[in-house]
């Protein structure tokens, strides 16, 4: 399997365009997560999907974040309009459920690392 | 909210070295914990998962435990090489998991 894979790498935009980061989980995983990474706040979790539906938005900082997961094989982040303070390094992993359905090991892409002029 | 601390927030030592690797957690009502790995400008990779039922967890030179009543879990690794040098990150959670701020490992040769 080639492992979460994430586009673009690398995103450069200017503050008030609207940015679209893409996903696509390992085959047969149920859950996928979106996390960004910061140095100030390290490594926060935005949301969650099981089968396609959002369960936790509660890390989504505001309401110009939007994440959709259409199908099991592809799921969108958006940021809309995107300021300075957007630039981070954005992940996305998968996990199965694992026998209790508390999660087995989270597989993470290797991130899309924004920068907002 | 889930509070996770890791001790020290960095650490260089001699290879060869045994070392410990801390991580502290507020709620002990967790469900999962794992140690990852990531290495500059990569993404997270997986070292151990231990599940709540589980008190500890081993994989080669690595040895991860933890102790729910006490809010607390170690990363042992042992005979440290300088490719062990990374940042190392531990998470609790349950689907959910939070993440600490990591502990960045020097191994000089």
């Known amino acids: 399997d080639a492992g979460v894979i994430q586009s673009p790498r690398h995103e450069v935009t200017e503050m008030g365009q609207e940015v679209t980061l893409r996903c696509k989980p390992i085959s047969g995983h149920d859950y996928l997560f979106w996390y960004r990474q910061t140095m100030m706040r390290g490594l926060e979790l935005l949301i969650y999907f099981n089968n396609n539906v959002p369960i936790d938005d509660s890390g989504m900082p505001e309401d110009r974040f939007s994440a959709k997961m259409p199908n099991a094989s592809f799921s969108t982040l958006k940021i809309q309009p995107s300021e300075p303070r957007d630039s981070a390094v954005y992940f996305c992993?998968?996990?199965?459920?694992?026998?209790?359905?508390?999660?087995?090991?989270?597989?993470f892409g290797p991130g899309t690392r924004l920068l907002v002029l | 909210k889930q509070e996770v601390t890791q001790i020290p927030a960095a650490l260089s030592v001699p290879e060869g070295e045994n070392l410990v690797l801390n991580c502290s957690f507020t709620d002990s009502a967790i469900y999962n914990l794992q140690w990852f790995r990531q290495d500059p400008g990569k993404g997270l990779t997986s070292l151990l998962l231990?599940?709540?039922?589980?008190r500890e967890q081993t994989s080669g030179r690595l040895n991860a435990s933890l102790d729910k009543s006490s809010g607390r879990s170690t990363l042992y690794i042992a005979a440290s090489q300088p490719g062990d040098s990374a940042t190392y990150l531990c998470a609790v959670g349950f689907n959910k998991f939070y993440f600490g701020s990591g502990t960045k490992l020097n191994v000089k040769p």
């Open positions: 992993a998968s996990s199965t459920p694992g026998l209790a359905g508390g999660g087995e090991t989270q597989y």
């Open positions: 231990i599940q709540s039922s589980q």
